[in-house]
């Protein structure tokens, strides 16, 4: 006869806190402690900044080194991202599907602040409508997906706009302004743009594109260089107040701000 083993719970999440590996997570702070780093580092720094007493340290560092995870150099000492952690790296941005993940942030985001919410990356015409989550507040406004938005008068165009480089800006910028019939003090305006958004975080327009809806901007960066996304709150202006405006401005930003993380991104590393 074969030994009966007992069943497995069907509900593991049930239970009030998962049991995970002590080791495995000290051995992340080790990692962790090198990706702020910024560079190679010594045995001393990276024990300060994983907490840890230095000798505690070394043998994390020694199995992660045995693993490939860590590399120490011969020349210096110094201990640095291995082998094996540069190719889960790439292996990980491989895998990345941006828009996918960044979309299922757009459900939450619309519940929390009752208002519309879209998702636009770059194309080439401009920002290109790839989402769109409609709120709880009725618009003068049905946006198709893979339309293709202004970049002066809305608050995505506004976004892009600051945190692209001119050689991606410009050529659209020139077109719309040749079809829009507006003269090149328009580059005035631009610099404003810029300007607002870089030290707010955010673009605010009101009835730039259609009268009576204001429209709060931010980017989502990525950490592998590609383009960065916009996401966008959509309301009627009717009943925005600047305290509201501010509020959910805020709530814009802690959003995007969590999704440039999932998706990699480390301003201390990538200079955003």
Same mark, same amino acid.
């Not at 860590?70 to 000492?77: C, D, L, M, N």
């Not at 094996?84 to 828009?99: K, P, T």
């Not at 892009?160 to 050529?171: G, I, Q, V, Y």
């Given at each position: 006869?074969?030994?009966?083993?007992?069943?497995?719970?069907?509900?593991?999440?049930?239970?009030?806190?998962?049991?995970?590996?002590?080791?495995?997570?000290?051995?992340?702070?080790?990692?962790?402690?090198?990706?702020?780093?910024?560079?190679?580092?010594?045995?001393?720094?990276?024990?300060?900044?994983?907490?840890?007493?230095?000798?505690?340290?070394?043998?994390?560092?020694?199995?992660?080194?045995?693993?490939?995870?860590?590399?120490?150099?011969?020349?210096?000492?110094?201990?640095?991202?291995?082998?094996?952690?540069?190719?889960?790296?790439?292996?990980?941005?491989?895998?990345?599907?941006?828009?996918?993940?960044?979309?299922?942030? !757009?459900?939450?985001?619309?519940?929390? %602040? &009752?208002?519309? #919410?879209?998702?636009? +990356?770059?194309?080439?015409?401009? =920002? $290109?409508?790839?989402?769109?989550?409609?709120?709880?507040?009725?618009?003068?406004?049905?946006?198709?997906?893979?339309?293709?938005?202004?970049?002066?008068?809305?608050?995505?165009?506004?976004?892009?706009?600051?945190?692209?480089?001119?050689?991606?800006?410009?050529?659209?910028?020139?077109?719309?302004?040749?079809?829009?019939?507006?003269?090149?003090?328009?580059?005035?305006?631009?610099?404003?743009?810029?300007?607002?958004? !870089?030290?707010?975080?955010?673009?605010? %327009? &009101?009835?730039? #594109?259609?009268?009576? +809806?204001?429209?709060?901007?931010? =980017? $989502?960066?990525?950490?592998?260089?590609?383009?960065?996304?916009?996401?966008?709150?959509?309301?009627?202006?009717?009943?925005?107040?600047?305290?509201?405006?501010?509020?959910?401005?805020?709530?814009?930003?802690?959003?995007?701000?969590?999704?440039?993380?999932?998706?990699?991104?480390?301003?201390?590393?990538?200079?955003?």
């Amino acid at each position: 006869m074969t030994a009966q083993h007992p069943a497995e719970p069907e509900n593991t999440e049930a239970a009030p806190a998962r049991q995970g590996i002590q080791s495995v997570e000290l051995a992340m702070t080790v990692l962790q402690a090198l990706e702020e780093g910024r560079g190679p580092m010594t045995l001393t720094q990276i024990a300060a900044a994983s907490g840890m007493q230095p000798s505690k340290a070394h043998r994390y560092l020694v199995s992660l080194a045995r693993s490939g995870l860590v590399a120490q150099s011969r020349s210096s000492g110094r201990y640095d991202m291995g082998p094996a952690m540069r190719r889960l790296g790439i292996e990980s941005l491989r895998r990345m599907d941006e828009v996918s993940l960044v979309s299922e942030h !757009l459900p939450e985001l619309r519940d929390r %602040t &009752s208002h519309a #919410v879209n998702l636009s +990356v770059w194309g080439d015409h401009g =920002p $290109v409508v790839v989402r769109w989550e409609y709120g709880a507040h009725a618009l003068p406004i049905t946006v198709r997906i893979g339309a293709t938005m202004p970049l002066l008068t809305s608050a995505m165009g506004g976004a892009f706009l600051a945190h692209l480089p001119d050689r991606l800006t410009d050529p659209v910028l020139r077109v719309q302004l040749e079809a829009a019939r507006l003269d090149s003090a328009t580059k005035e305006r631009v610099g404003r743009i810029r300007s607002d958004v !870089l030290g707010s975080g955010v673009a605010t %327009t &009101s009835g730039g #594109v259609i009268p009576g +809806v204001t429209s709060v901007a931010a =980017p $989502v960066f990525t950490g592998g260089g590609s383009l960065p996304l916009v996401v966008t709150l959509v309301m009627p202006s009717r009943g925005i107040t600047e305290e509201s405006l501010a509020g959910l401005s805020a709530e814009l930003l802690r959003s995007t701000r969590a999704m440039s993380e999932e998706l990699g991104h480390a301003p201390h590393r990538d200079g955003a």
